[in-house]
Each structure stands twice: as C-alpha cells, then as structure tokens.
C-alpha cells in the first residue's frame, strides 16, 4: 500500500463520570483521530492514547500531533508499506513517541486487514470468537461509594474488577472490599505511587487473595520491582515499566513480575504489541490488555489485540457505555455478561460514527502525498 491521505482530528469526549487514579483525575478525554488512505480509496482508523497532561507518560495529545505532523506522517507519506510490520522499523530513527507512533499505525493494520479482506484480529493472527472483559473502577470519595459501584459491575457480569489504590487508600479499602465481597475476582493498580519504603504496606495486600498488583513502583523500574517481587506472595503486573519487547525480556529475566499489561499505545504499535505476546507466551507470563480510556477506534484495535491467545486474563476494554454517553463508532462496543464478541468483517469491525466524530471535532489538518 501508499498512503496518500491522512487527515488528523482532535477530538473533546465528556465522560459520564471522572475517573480517578494516583496520579490525576480525567473528566473530558482529548485525543486524536488518524484517518489515512491508500492510493485505491481504503481508509484506516487509528486512535492516540494520549492525556492532556504528562501523568502516565511523557507524552500528550499536543506531543502527538507534534510527532505525527513534522515527523511519522511525512515519513509514511513518501514510503511503499508491503505489511505493517514494516512501520515500526521506518519510526526506528524516532525516539521512544509510543502513542503517537501507535496511532498511525493502528491505521495502518486497519487499511491492511481490509486490503487483505480479514478482520484485524485476524490479521494479527487471533484465534478467539469473543473476548473475557473485566472493568476497571477509580479513587472514589467513600468506601461505600466504590463498593457499590463494585456491585453494580458484578451484576453486569464482569469477569474482574481492577481498584486504583495510592498510599492512604490502599490496604483498608481492599480489606472492606474483601469482607463485602470474598469471592470477587479483584485486583489493584497504584500506578507507580509506591516506593520499596512501602515494602510492610504491599505485603498486607498478600492476605486478601488479589489476582495481582499492577505497577507499584516507578514508571520506569524492572530492577526494584525484582525485589519487591520476592517479598510478595501476589504477583506483580508491570505496565508502565513495559514499553517494548527488551522491556519485557529484561522483566522476565530479572523475575520483576508474574503477569504482563500490554497497552497498544505504551509500547508503540500492534506490531510491538504481538511481538510481547509471543515472548510472554514463550515464557509462560500471562498477559492482558489494559485500558486508556478509549474512544471506540481505540477500543476496536484493543478487542483484536485480545483475540491472541496468551490473553489469558480479562482486560480493561469494557463497553462505550461504561464510559461514554456516545461513542465515535458503530456499532458501539457492546459488553454482554462480561464477553465481547470479536468481530469477523474485514478490518476493525466497526465504522466511524461521522456525525458524532464533526460534533466533537475542534480542529483538522489533511495531509497529502505529492508522489501518487
């Protein structure tokens, strides 16, 4: 293929509620929409991951634009892509820009998986007609506020439930969650707010039979989380510190943790994203997908990302309506007793919802290719 459109819109999404973590609360999501075309008319989707503010990681929905305007864009412009595969050694020069990487080239899949007439999951080489989903819940302002909420996400049959914790708001909120609820398949996420000083406080997180702890030390740590880890009876889930397939290799050597997040975004692209998978599978480390608050594009690209067979565990990816009061994409992602069926049509398997995409649009730049 050759691209020769790609247009950029930034888009605003309200959320039905804030959701709060450790390290910020997000009330509106912002983010960016690729559309690229190739020279036959097929259009692809991609989605950056992005927040406003560099709290998860250094990048930001202007960073992207930034890297997508001046530097990935004009490179892919001017290049024959046989497979997208191909893209991250073209991005090679460019350093670390994940998200923004991931985005464009999540169109990229997306444009051939259609060429190829298979949906992406298949493409990707995924073998599953639906996917498990669990649902992950931020900091609430009471106890009995979160449990309730717990409930609710039960009832809608989730198949596990993540809770934010940072100092302070740790290990007696899974305690009441715990005496409430026994048998709840639970974990938590604290978002690199701990440090090995915090070693007394994890540990009486071990009594409460937690599915895992995700990212309890810093962003960009294998090295103390190896000890940490054999302090702990839980496993440790890295999700932050993973930002390639070295990472993920260097983890797993050190004995840093016993489960993996892959986030499509973090690690700079589906291809990327495959790459973790397989050498987690080789290495008998489950691995799920986690969640950035996606809109609908996002979303679709993390359902066929599950469909691989080392996701063994639920993801973050619930339906639109968890978050949105309308999503960018129909139909929107439906979650039905905590499955969501993998779709089978050509590409991600879902189409822009145009009319809500102009609603939210605050700005759009096309770029075009001068060699045809």
């Not at 007609?129 to 609710?152: H, W």
């Not at 993973?242 to 050597?253: C, N």
Request: aromatic residues 6%; negative net charge.
């Amino acid at each position: 293929m050759k691209l020769t459109e790609i247009t950029l819109r930034h888009l605003k999404m309200p959320m039905k509620a804030p959701f709060a973590t450790s390290f910020g609360t997000v009330a509106e999501k912002e983010l960016l929409l690729i559309e690229a075309m190739d020279e036959s008319g097929i259009t692809g989707w991609g989605e950056t991951v992005a927040f406003v503010a560099p709290w998860y990681t250094e990048e930001t929905v202007q960073t992207t634009w930034h890297m997508l305007k001046d530097f990935l864009i004009p490179i892919l412009l001017h290049k024959e892509i046989k497979h997208p595969d191909e893209v991250s050694a073209l991005f090679a020069s460019i350093r670390r820009n994940c998200m923004a990487k991931a985005s464009i080239e999540g169109a990229v899949w997306d444009i051939y998986a259609q060429q190829t007439k298979q949906s992406l999951a298949q493409a990707l080489g995924g073998n599953k007609q639906r996917i498990e989903v669990g649902v992950s819940v931020g900091i609430q302002s009471s106890t009995a506020k979160l449990i309730e909420q717990i409930k609710e996400h039960m009832h809608n049959g989730y198949k596990r439930v993540k809770v934010k914790i940072k100092p302070d708001y740790d290990v007696e909120v899974v305690r009441a969650i715990r005496t409430e609820l026994p048998h709840l398949p639970l974990m938590v996420d604290a978002n690199s707010a701990y440090t090995l000083n915090d070693i007394n406080i994890l540990q009486q997180l071990d009594a409460y039979n937690l599915l895992m702890i995700e990212q309890p030390l810093a962003t960009d740590d294998i090295v103390d989380h190896a000890t940490l880890q054999k302090q702990l009876q839980t496993p440790i889930c890295l999700d932050e510190s993973i930002t390639s397939v070295e990472d993920a290799r260097k983890a797993i050597e050190l004995g840093s943790c016993g489960v993996i997040n892959i986030k499509i975004g973090r690690v700079g692209g589906l291809t990327e994203a495959k790459r973790i998978h397989d050498l987690c599978q080789n290495n008998h480390i489950p691995v799920w997908c986690g969640g950035m608050l996606e809109a609908g594009i996002g979303r679709a690209h993390n359902i066929a990302l599950t469909s691989l067979s080392n996701f063994v565990l639920p993801g973050d990816t619930a339906g639109s309506s968890h978050y949105w009061y309308e999503d960018i994409i129909v139909p929107e992602v439906k979650a039905i007793n905590g499955y969501i069926d993998v779709p089978q049509s050509a590409g991600i398997g879902y189409a822009p919802n145009r009319a809500v995409i102009d609603k939210l649009t605050i700005s759009t730049e096309v770029y075009r290719s001068s060699i045809i």
